[in-house]
Each structure stands twice: as C-alpha cells, then as structure tokens.
C-alpha cells in the first residue's frame, strides 16, 4: 500500500538558512503532489499544486519542485514566519497527507 | 469571500456521549471532506462527498461515526458513543474538484478544525 512519507520530520532553522523538505511515496511513483501550510489550531492552508515530473513552482521564500519520485519543498532565506508544519499529498484517490515537518525558523 | 466555516471549535464530552460536527463549505464548491488529525500526524480523509453523495467513506468507522450532507451544502459529522480513542481535531475542507475552471488547481480549502476531546 502506498505511503506518503515526509522528511526530515522536524527541522529548526537559524533565520535565513535555507533548507529543504522532502516528500515521497514508498511504492508507485509521484503523478502531481499538493503542498500545504499549516499553523498550530488552524486547519491547512494550500500553498502549491505540482501537476508533473520537472514543474516546479515558487511563492515567496519557498520553492516546490516535482520529479518522478519526490517533491523537495526549498525554503530559502527563511524568516521566524514560516515556522509551520508543512504537509503533501497527491492530489487523487484518499488524498492522504503525509505526518509533515515541522519547522521552526529562530531569529 | 467567507471560507470553510466549522463549529464547534471546541467540544469536550465524556466517553459514550454523543457528538455532533457541522460544516459550511465554500459556496459552490460541490466536493467536501471530513478528515480526522492527530497530534503531530497528518491529516486522514474519513470521506467525501461529490454534492450529496458520499463517493468514498471506506475509512469511516461506521459502527459509530456517520456523516450526511443534506442538499449538497452543509454537512454533519457524528459520533455516538464516542471513545476516549476520538480525541482529535476534525477537520472540514471543501473543493471545487478537478476541472472547475481555468484557475482551479484541485486545491482542498480547509476549515479551521474542531478539537474534540473525550473524558
């Protein structure tokens, strides 16, 4: 059965140490993955949808690309403001996120 | 444009007791979906509706949750009895579904949740 795995599962970062985020599935391969943001006692907010392998998509501080197997979730520069944890899931069938990470940015 | 509105926010009840969630999608949007999250993990689709229809409820536990979603707008969630096992947030999202439109990529947009705790 497939998996989302997210990783690392949590990440601490000095403001402006730029990271990334890695979500995969554990059987078949990537066919479009959704990003999401979420803030403690609030309910997901969406951030980017990637339709195929090699698209990648920008907002902001963060960076989402695609390939056949994984998604990377590149934060550059971070600010304490994208303390978060980030969520993906593909985008069909159970639409099953993925445990997150959870990333706290310091000043 | 009002968003996914979900109450309670809060509900803390005793084991065995009855709990009911109500959802508001996003006006227009015909596909909705209750998930349950647990502290620290990812959010777990429970089911879905397409209008009034519930396409995919393979992971409802039907012995004691049930869900309706009268006219294909607002929707209920309920458990009874609830066990200590329920404490979790119970999450209410909404979509327009693939295809909506030009603008639309597919995207859930999320209510805020209601933290359920059982005593």
């Known amino acids: 059965e497939d998996q989302v795995t997210q990783s690392p599962e949590a990440l601490r970062l000095q403001e402006g140490e730029s990271s990334s985020l890695n979500c995969s599935y554990t059987v078949s391969g990537l066919r479009g993955l959704f990003w999401y943001r979420q803030d403690p006692g609030k309910g997901p907010e969406f951030l980017f949808t990637?339709?195929?392998a090699g698209e990648e998509k920008e907002k902001e501080r963060l960076k989402a690309t695609l390939t056949k197997k994984e998604s990377f979730l590149h934060i550059t520069a971070p600010k304490p403001e994208d303390s978060a944890t980030y969520l993906c899931?593909?985008?069909?069938?159970?639409?099953?996120f993925g445990a997150g990470t959870q990333v706290v940015v310091t000043p | 444009e009002a968003g996914v509105v979900q109450s309670p926010r809060y509900k803390i009840i005793e084991k065995k007791q009855p709990v009911a969630f109500w959802c508001n999608p996003i006006?227009?949007?015909?596909?909705l979906y209750w998930y349950l999250q647990n502290l620290g993990q990812g959010p777990e689709l429970l089911i879905r509706?397409?209008?009034?229809?519930?396409v995919d409820d393979s992971q409802l536990p039907k012995d004691r949750f049930s869900a309706e979603r009268l006219k294909g707008v607002d929707s209920t969630l309920k458990i009874q009895p609830a066990e200590l096992g329920d404490s979790a947030v119970y999450l209410c999202?909404?979509?327009?579904?693939w295809g909506g439109g030009p603008a639309n990529t597919g995207e859930l947009f999320f209510g805020e949740g209601s933290r359920l705790t059982v005593l």
């Open positions: 990637l339709y195929s």
């Open positions: 999202a909404s979509s327009l579904g």
């Open positions: 509706y397409e209008n009034e229809e519930a």
């Open positions: 006006s227009g949007h015909n596909t």
């Open positions: 899931a593909p985008p069909w069938g159970k639409l099953q």
